[in-house]
Every structure is written in structure tokens, then in C-alpha cells.
């Protein structure tokens, strides 16, 4: 391995390392824009001069040169930073000097390394070039006169995000990145150029003007909106949120955050249920908390348990749902689902619901089956991760299901059950391809597992596993893709049928016949309210979405913004979100509305404190108290061995617009916009619109 001396430490690399990344082992730093270490090496923005001995007479751009035995480099040399300033200099010779008005300002990385290794006058007194600003759709706001030509726009968008839409024409000082056609970037991961611009070409179009950043709290937490469990940050001023933006785990979302989960967030301040409600003579009306409870104990008193039933929908968190599931156990109901769609899985198996891979261990796969999932719209951030991989070479992946556009490369096997049952029987080709592999991937969708058959599926799709395989000491490749970020956290409490209790469609079938008299929709949102029948219907969630017009009694919880709570993300890794805001009005976290509801039934949980609740969590499941850890899953046999029928219907897709499935993204105008313009296929731009 080279070893080599930057600025008087010596330090060994690997071989094809280059200064820049040297450097930054050894805590040195050099300025850049055009370099990103997440995108290939562009070497066209000159920041990072350095001076290198022995070697030519002139600074060498870091960024692009490998490391040798010997070197010798010096970043603040009279050479280095003498060629820094003439490169600050060139840089600024077009640039407006708008940073009042610009929506960079105060995190602008063009304005720091400026004010650190910039000169401070300017010779240039001619007049600057104005570039016309281009049409990236809903999201991405441009003012292309301070674009600096680093190209990061470009290569995200042509190797993360799989949509070459991005490019550069002309040269010299007549050079523009432009989309080409005016029209908006088809991609669910678009705002992330926002992030990679350094300077302010690329602005948040919904958050423009609306604050500054030193104005803003800033909140750690997780993404909901789907199971991946991204991690983010919350900001926040006041009562309302202004933005979301990611935060780096190279073990979840690397640095990468879905458009939905960056600006869905309007929603959180439309349609919120700020206060209880209580079915009065066929309306809903306002109500107290204690007239709530009392409207809810006059219904539960004395009814048995076995006609009362509990349903979690996607968005709730684990301590809530552990309240619930405690509550129902004191109430004597067994019939308590968090399986909203119906999915078949074995709650008893954990293997049987986890990516058990990790999503990271999608990098370390040579063979891929995907099984009803349209990971590009389910798992946005999971699918650049596919691509990543792609991208490496050596990744032979195959599809059943509906033949969708995933940034890669893919081979359509078939479209339905019939498809799997020969690869399980060995009679298609691509069995052979995951025999050959050494790390082979199967990734079963939700698409795949809500069926009548979805049992028969998921075993199915255990037993292609054993046959290829694809589980052995130190790998297992069969991986179960959810798209609720409560879903697994659900499984892993236990809020799934006890004995002789119903599941989501015995529920919803008990309900119409009258079997059930008591529904309590906890954040379910997915159930039509017309197919309860004359039960008695309690929503626990914060919005007012399909869950609330059937309710008879409404309870006003809190957003994921605005509890502390636990989430576990498909591939069973526990992560905490915290309180960024308060509940607006007199809503309050779910586990605590639960809590209080419990004293006045007369069943008291035995928890006052969030902590006592965790506690609780815990000693019922280990997992809880591994805070950002996989725990692996012992495999065992699961699903049904029956073989698929050869005339089953296709796969069909759980998710039909990425930007609305859940009640938060539904009242968000941002979300509503980008259906029009990316579903509805309303992407030119329109006459007037303000860039």
C-alpha cells in the first residue's frame, strides 16, 4: 500500500485512493464543489489545487489524482493557495452576489470556502452572463445565472437517481445545464439535487423564502412514509414544520431522502383533527376529552370481548400500538390486526416478514428476483441502492410481476403466481441463474402477499429460497419489502390475532354481519367506512382522512413529527423518531390517549411513563432495547407449501400514486401537485409558471 506525506503527516492508503479522500483521512481539508463521494469524479471545478512533490510545476487538482508511493502534498502552500484564489476569482466572475435574497444563504458552500480561501477585491468589471432559468417540475426551483458548472445535478440524476434527464450544452462561458426539453425530472428522488448543489442554482421550490436557516430547530428523526425507515432531519420554527432533510446512515438511506418524505410534510398543517369529536344525532360534533371517553366507556361497558376489535394502520408507532394491544387484552378481544391490507405473513416467524438481507446487503448480492414489488415507487430510496449494486456490473436481475421502469435493467419473467412455481419447480432458466449465484435475492412484495393466495406465495418463495440457495450460516436472501413504516414494528409487538381472534378481514366481514360490534381504527386509514356496517367505529389518528368521516367517536393523536416514538423498518431495525413540535390543538400522543382512556374503562395499564412503557416493550421483545441494530431472524419453515394454481391471477401493485398513500401526503397541496404534474402526465411547463 502507497504511503505518502500530506501537509507533514504521513499516512498509508489503498492503492487508487486519491489525495482528496488521503486528506481527508488524516483530518486535512481541501475545498471542493464538483466532488461528491457518492458520485463518480467529474475533476472540473479546480477547488482543490493542491501542490504535489515530486511531480510537474503546477497544482494538481486532488480530486482526480491517485496517490503514489513517496508523494509528498501541500495543501496550503504559496502555490495552493494562491491557485485557489485565482479559481474563487474565476468562479465569481459570474456569479449575481445575490446571497440576500438567495434561498443558499447560510448554508452555501460557494459563500464559505469564499470567505476561507477567496481573495477580497475582485478585477473583474465587465458585465456578468445571465443564464435563463430551466423547468425541473413542482419541486426544484432553479436560477441558473449562479450555476458553477460543478455537474453534481447531472451525474445524480444519471447514476442515483437512473434518469438522464441532466446534461450540459455548450462550452466555455456559453455553457448551460439544462433538462434540454423543458419539462419537470421524472424522479422520486429529485430534491436531493437540492442538497448536492453547492451554491443556489438548485433551491427547494415549495420551502423558497419561507425561512432562514438559523432560524430553524433542528429535530433527528425517522421517515414514515415508507418501511425503509430513512433518516432525517426536522426542521422546525414555532408550531410548524419547515422541511425535511436527510440525514447520513450508510446502513439505511446512505444520504438520500424520496421526494414524498422531503415535501409531503404541508400536509401535517391541513385537515388535522385538533380536537375529540362524538356522533351526535348522525353528526360529528365537538366534544371534550371526558365526553369523548364517556361516549366510548357507554359503548364498551359490559360487551364482550369477542365483539370487540382493533385494527393499526400504517403510520402508527410501536408504544402505541403496545397500549392498545394491552388495552384489548384487558377488554378481552383477541381480534386485533396491524395487516390493514390483508398481507399474509407468519407473525410467529420473524424471518417470514424482514428484509433479511439489510438493505445494505443489496451491495453484496449477485442475483436478484423480485416478486410483485415496484421497489422504484415502494421503497424509493432502496431502489437507487439496486441500482448502486446494478451499476457495480456482475447483478443478473429478474421480475415477475407488473413490467415497470426501475432505473435498471431487468428480465420480465412472467406476471403471475404460475411464474414462481416454475422457477420453485426448476423449470425456468432463471433458477439457474440464482443456483449460480453465491449471494442470491429474493424480494417479495406487499403486492405479492395481500392476496387470497398470499400464503401459498410466501411459501412458495421460502421454498425457492431453500432450493437456490439462498440462506445459508452467513447469508439469507429471502427478503419480505413492506411499504407501511408500522408494519413490522406491529408484527414484532404482537399486534396480530390472538387465539381464536380475527384478522383484518374477519374484522371488517364481522362488522358488516353485525358479529362485531366495536371497531377502534387506530391511524387506519385504508378501509373503506361503508363496509363496517352499524358498528361502533373509534378513530385515533391526526387527520381527518377516509378513518374519521366513518368514526362515531374521533380522538385527536400526534403526527410523527410531533412524538417521541418507535418505528421498525422492513428490515427489522429499531429506530426512534423524536418530538420535533407539539400536537396542534388538544391532540396528544397516541400511547398517552390510550393510557387515560384505560383509567376510565377501569382496565389501568400498568405504565405512567414513556419510559415504563419501553420497558414493557422490551421484556415482551428483545429487539426494542437494540436501538439501530439488526438482529437476525432464525429461519424456519413458514407459508404454505400448497402449489400455486397455473391460472392465479397476476401480481398486482399495492401502491397506484407514489405521492398520496397515506393520510398525511393526501392533504398535502406539494403532493397533489406532483400527481398532476407525474401521474396525471402534466409535465410541461406552464405558461407563467414562476421559476
Keep these: 500500500?502507497?504511503?505518502?506525506?500530506?501537509?507533514?503527516?504521513?499516512?498509508?492508503?489503498?492503492?487508487?485512493?486519491?489525495?482528496?479522500?488521503?486528506?481527508?483521512?488524516?483530518?486535512?481539508?481541501?475545498?471542493?464543489?464538483?466532488?461528491?463521494?457518492?458520485?463518480?469524479?467529474?475533476?472540473?471545478?479546480?477547488?482543490?489545487?493542491?501542490?504535489?512533490q515530486p511531480g510537474p510545476p503546477k497544482p494538481a487538482a486532488s480530486c482526480a489524482m491517485p496517490v503514489a508511493d513517496g508523494m509528498t502534498v501541500k495543501t496550503n502552500s504559496p502555490m495552493a493557495m494562491k491557485a485557489r484564489k485565482g479559481v474563487m476569482e474565476f468562479l465569481l466572475i459570474n456569479h449575481p452576489l445575490d446571497c440576500p435574497i438567495c434561498d443558499q444563504g447560510g448554508e452555501c458552500d460557494l459563500q464559505d470556502q469564499a470567505m476561507a480561501y477567496g481573495a477580497d477585491t475582485s478585477r473583474y468589471a465587465e458585465a456578468k452572463r445571465a443564464v435563463k432559468d430551466k423547468y425541473l417540475g413542482p419541486l426544484v426551483?432553479?436560477?441558473?445565472?449562479?450555476?458553477?458548472?460543478?455537474?453534481?445535478?447531472?451525474?445524480?440524476?444519471?447514476?442515483?437517481?437512473?434518469?438522464?434527464?441532466?446534461?450540459?450544452?455548450?462550452?466555455?462561458?456559453?455553457?448551460?445545464?439544462?433538462?434540454?426539453?423543458?419539462?419537470?425530472?421524472?424522479?422520486?428522488?429529485?430534491?436531493?439535487?437540492?442538497?448536492?448543489?453547492?451554491?443556489?442554482?438548485?433551491?427547494?421550490?415549495?420551502?423558497?423564502?419561507?425561512?432562514?436557516?438559523?432560524?430553524?430547530?433542528?429535530?433527528?428523526?425517522?421517515d414514515v412514509f415508507d418501511a425503509v425507515g430513512s433518516n432525517i432531519r426536522v426542521d422546525s420554527r414555532g408550531p410548524q414544520v419547515m422541511r425535511v432533510l436527510p440525514r447520513v446512515n450508510d446502513d439505511v438511506n446512505e444520504e438520500w431522502i424520496s421526494d414524498k418524505t422531503r415535501q409531503a410534510v404541508d400536509g401535517l398543517l391541513r385537515q388535522r383533527l385538533d380536537r375529540p369529536y362524538v356522533r351526535k344525532d348522525g353528526k360529528l360534533k365537538p366534544a371534550t376529552w371526558k365526553e369523548a371517553f364517556e361516549a366510548i366507556a357507554a359503548k364498551l361497558n359490559g360487551l364482550s370481548g369477542d365483539k370487540i376489535a382493533a385494527i393499526a394502520g400504517d403510520l402508527a408507532d410501536v408504544e402505541s400500538m403496545a397500549a392498545l394491544k394491552d388495552l384489548m387484552t384487558g377488554l378481552g378481544s383477541t381480534s386485533i390486526d396491524c395487516r390493514q391490507d390483508g398481507m399474509k405473513v407468519d407473525p410467529a416467524v420473524r424471518a417470514s416478514y424482514l428484509f433479511?438481507?439489510?438493505?445494505?446487503?443489496?451491495?453484496?448480492?449477485?442475483?436478484?428476483?423480485?416478486?410483485?414489488?415496484?421497489?422504484?415507487?415502494?421503497?424509493?430510496?432502496?431502489?437507487?441502492?439496486?441500482?448502486?449494486?446494478?451499476?457495480?456490473?456482475?447483478?443478473k436481475i429478474g421480475l415477475i410481476g407488473q413490467n415497470?421502469?426501475?432505473?435498471?435493467?431487468?428480465?420480465?419473467?412472467?406476471?403471475?403466481?404460475?411464474?414462481?412455481?416454475?422457477?420453485?419447480?426448476?423449470?425456468?432458466?432463471?433458477?439457474e441463474v440464482l443456483k449460480g449465484a453465491k449471494r442470491p435475492m429474493i424480494i417479495v412484495g406487499t403486492g405479492a402477499l395481500m392476496r387470497d393466495d398470499g400464503f401459498q406465495v410466501l411459501g412458495a418463495a421460502r421454498k425457492l429460497a431453500d432450493a437456490v440457495g439462498a440462506v445459508t450460516e452467513d447469508w439469507n436472501g429471502f427478503n419480505v419489502l413492506h411499504t407501511a413504516a408500522g408494519r413490522v414494528g406491529g408484527l414484532d409487538v404482537g399486534f396480530v390475532p390472538g387465539?381464536?381472534?380475527?384478522?383484518?378481514h374477519a374484522i371488517v366481514e364481522g362488522a358488516a354481519k353485525g358479529d362485531i360490534e366495536v371497531v377502534w381504527l387506530h391511524h387506519a386509514d385504508e378501509i373503506a367506512g361503508e363496509r363496517l356496517g352499524k358498528a361502533f367505529v373509534i378513530y385515533q389518528g391526526h387527520h381527518g382522512d377516509r378513518g374519521a368521516h366513518r368514526a362515531d367517536v374521533i380522538l385527536p393523536g400526534a403526527a410523527y413529527t410531533e412524538k417521541n416514538a418507535t418505528w421498525v423498518n422492513t428490515e427489522g431495525r429499531v429506530q426512534r423518531g423524536r418530538l420535533a413540535v407539539f400536537p396542534p390543538g388538544?391532540?396528544?400522543?397516541?400511547?398517552?390517549?390510550?393510557?387515560?382512556?384505560?383509567?376510565?374503562?377501569?382496565?389501568?395499564?400498568?405504565?405512567?411513563?414513556?419510559?415504563?412503557?419501553?420497558?414493557?416493550?422490551?421484556?415482551?421483545?428483545?429487539?426494542?432495547g437494540r436501538i439501530d441494530e439488526i438482529v437476525p431472524a432464525e429461519w424456519a419453515t413458514f407459508g404454505d407449501d400448497t402449489p400455486l394454481s397455473a391460472d392465479a391471477k397476476a401480481f398486482a401493485l399495492p401502491i397506484e400514486n407514489f405521492y398520496m398513500t397515506d393520510s398525511i401526503s393526501r392533504a398535502s397541496l406539494i403532493m397533489a401537485e406532483c400527481t398532476d404534474v407525474y401521474i396525471n402526465g402534466n409535465d410541461e411547463k406552464k405558461t407563467g409558471t414562476d421559476d
Design 1 to 52: 500500500m502507497p504511503k505518502l506525506t500530506i501537509d507533514g503527516i504521513e499516512v498509508e492508503v489503498e492503492p487508487g485512493t486519491t489525495i482528496l479522500q488521503a486528506a481527508e483521512q488524516v483530518g486535512v481539508e481541501i475545498p471542493r464543489f464538483c466532488y461528491h463521494e457518492r458520485l463518480s469524479i467529474a475533476g472540473n471545478c479546480r477547488m482543490c489545487l493542491v501542490e504535489v
Design 141 to 222: 426551483a432553479t436560477q441558473m445565472t449562479r450555476c458553477i458548472h460543478c455537474t453534481r445535478c447531472i451525474r445524480f440524476a444519471q447514476e442515483v437517481a437512473g434518469v438522464p434527464e441532466l446534461g450540459a450544452t455548450g462550452r466555455g462561458e456559453h455553457m448551460e445545464v439544462t433538462n434540454y426539453v423543458e419539462k419537470a425530472l421524472h424522479s422520486e428522488l429529485s430534491g436531493n439535487v437540492v442538497d448536492l448543489c453547492p451554491v443556489g442554482a438548485l433551491t427547494n421550490k415549495p420551502y423558497a423564502f419561507n425561512a432562514r436557516p438559523w432560524e430553524l430547530k433542528k429535530t433527528e428523526s425517522v
Design 356 to 395: 433479511n438481507s439489510t438493505v445494505a446487503g443489496i451491495e453484496e448480492a449477485d442475483a436478484l428476483l423480485i416478486v410483485g414489488a415496484n421497489p422504484r415507487w415502494e421503497a424509493a430510496v432502496m431502489n437507487a441502492r439496486i441500482r448502486k449494486r446494478y451499476l457495480m456490473g456482475g447483478l
Design 404 to 431: 415497470v421502469d426501475l432505473t435498471y435493467k431487468v428480465d420480465h419473467l412472467g406476471t403471475g403466481p404460475a411464474t414462481l412455481q416454475e422457477l420453485v419447480d426448476g423449470k425456468h432458466s432463471f433458477a
Design 499 to 504: 387465539e381464536g381472534g380475527r384478522d383484518t
Design 586 to 624: 388538544e391532540a396528544r400522543e397516541d400511547w398517552t390517549i390510550i393510557r387515560a382512556l384505560s383509567e376510565v374503562l377501569g382496565k389501568t395499564l400498568p405504565y405512567n411513563t414513556l419510559a415504563q412503557l419501553r420497558d414493557r416493550m422490551t421484556a415482551a421483545n428483545g429487539v426494542f
